[in-house]
């Protein structure tokens, strides 16, 4: 899930320097099918829903927990 959040944070950042948007959308999008069977159902739900900035602050909420 940490290659996850870090995808989401690239995304939310603008793109990160290796792409931009799109690159980093296809890797947020990519790890959501790759990792859905084991993602909580509210984690799957933001992502499904296209909410990233609600699913980075529910994986930054785990991580602080």
């Known amino acids: 899930m940490e290659e996850l959040r870090a995808a989401l944070a690239a995304l939310a950042a ?5 792409g931009g948007v799109a690159a980093a959308l296809d890797r947020v999008e990519a790890l959501g099918r790759e990792l859905a069977p084991e993602l909580p159902a509210e984690l799957r739900h933001f992502l499904d829903r296209r909410s ?7 994986l930054d909420g785990l991580a602080g927990a």
Do not use: E, F
């Open 52 to 58: 990233y900035v609600k699913a980075l602050a529910y």
């Open 14 to 18: 603008g793109g990160g320097p290796a």
